[in-house]
């Protein structure tokens, strides 16, 4: 899972994604609950993208209130169609992409933990798969946008299986580590319109090559 990264810089947003700049854009590190950016298909007659605002951590139609009392900036891929908070966004379509320049996550291979960064080898910024879901206050009617960011099992992956603390009751290759679900550019038009089945088939592992990891200094 992640739970701390930093969005995409201002030039990246505009140069890679396509979309307009908003004047309030502030790519500061986003953590569980924070506001942070995301970007979404848009239906204006000059601009087929929107970057939006919004919670990391998902507030799912049947929400009461906001705050929720448990997690959701990280969605299970596996559980999309089983679980309330994310089955009816994923089923309408509702999937977001999030511009990223870095994330972090922690390696307990020395016994303890020591933070890495994660970066594109390429040096572009990271577009990784989302869902979105527009939540309104019946009370008052101001509407929240929020997004969570999808993970998927990496167990097997060469790089992402070196993450996170183990579990030392299950064996290496039953630990379900997580990693985020990176898109590639020629897939994010497909991943905004295609029908939910066939949007499963572009959650796929990115390659260990994609990815620039070392220990983040300012952590230690």
Not at 6 to 28: K, L
Not at 55 to 74: C, E, R
Not at 107 to 123: H, L, Q, S, Y
Request: proline fraction near 8%; charge should be neutral.
């Amino acid at each position: 899972m992640c739970n701390q990264y930093t969005p995409a810089s201002a030039t990246q947003i505009i140069r890679q994604f396509g979309v307009s700049m908003r004047a309030d854009y502030h790519p500061a590190d986003v953590f569980p609950r924070s506001q942070g950016w995301f970007i979404r298909s848009a239906h204006h007659e000059q601009q087929t993208r929107e970057l939006v605002k919004g919670q990391w951590g998902l507030i799912p139609s049947f929400a009461k209130t906001a705050h929720l009392p448990y997690s959701t900036n990280n969605a299970r891929s596996e559980e999309l169609e089983a679980k309330a908070s994310y089955r009816q966004p994923w089923a309408k379509s509702q999937r977001c992409i999030i511009p990223v320049a870095a994330f972090l996550e922690p390696c307990w291979e020395t016994g303890k933990n020591v933070w890495w960064r994660f970066e594109r080898a390429d040096g572009d910024a990271f577009g990784l798969a989302g869902l979105w879901n527009t939540w309104i206050d019946k009370s008052t009617g101001e509407l929240f946008e929020s997004y969570t960011m999808l993970t998927m099992n990496a167990d097997h992956h060469p790089l992402m299986s070196r993450m996170h603390k183990p579990d030392p009751k299950l064996p290496p290759d039953a630990q379900d580590k997580r990693m985020v679900v990176v898109l590639e550019p020629e897939t994010w038009d497909e991943w905004f319109t295609t029908p939910a089945a066939k949007a499963r088939q572009l959650i796929t592992m990115a390659p260990t090559a994609v990815f620039k990891a070392d220990p983040d200094g300012s952590r230690q």
